[in-house]
């Protein structure tokens, strides 16, 4: 997964919030959420082109993403390079502890939120 934690420790330090990254539409709303999650997970949603019988939304399940266009918004925001805003976390059994840390879960709920893979 690629975890945000930089970016807002940076805006932090610069005196900027995620308010002014709304008023000067550095980047969307939908880009933000993403990166306060952490990319690379699965997240859930619903999906407007696959109503059911009962009328509701079945659900949709994807890999989250943020576009470079969005790094690069940011970093020129920022003055900064890609690797002062995130940092990438390898989907390891290694690196479980710290990805449940991250994602606020348990070791057994990990594999529901990203795509495990045993390190080589």
Same mark, same amino acid.
């Given at each position: 997964? =690629?975890?945000? $934690? ?9 005196? &900027?919030? /995620? /308010?002014? =990254?709304? %008023?000067?539409? +550095? =980047? ?10 952490? /990319?690379?997970? +699965? ?14 939304? %079945?659900?949709?399940?994807? +890999?989250? %993403? *943020? ?16 690797? $002062?805003?995130?940092? *990438? =976390? ?6 479980? $502890? ?5 994602? $606020?879960?348990? &070791? ?5 939120? *990203?795509?495990?893979?045993? %390190?080589?």
């Amino acid at each position: 997964m =690629i975890c945000y $934690d930089k970016l807002f420790e940076l805006m932090k330090a610069q005196g &900027k919030n /995620t /308010t002014h =990254i709304r %008023a000067e539409k +550095i =980047i969307s709303q939908d880009t933000l959420g993403k990166m306060r999650k952490g /990319t690379g997970i +699965i997240d859930e949603g619903r999906d407007p082109n696959n109503i059911l019988p009962d009328g509701k939304q %079945a659900k949709k399940m994807r +890999i989250t %993403a *943020v576009d470079t266009k969005s790094i690069e918004s940011l970093c020129t925001w920022l003055n900064c390079q890609p690797s $002062d805003i995130m940092e *990438v =976390i390898p989907n390891t059994w290694e690196n479980a $502890d710290r990805l449940c840390e991250i994602l $606020d879960c348990t &070791k057994e709920e990990l594999s529901k939120r *990203v795509p495990m893979e045993e %390190a080589e």
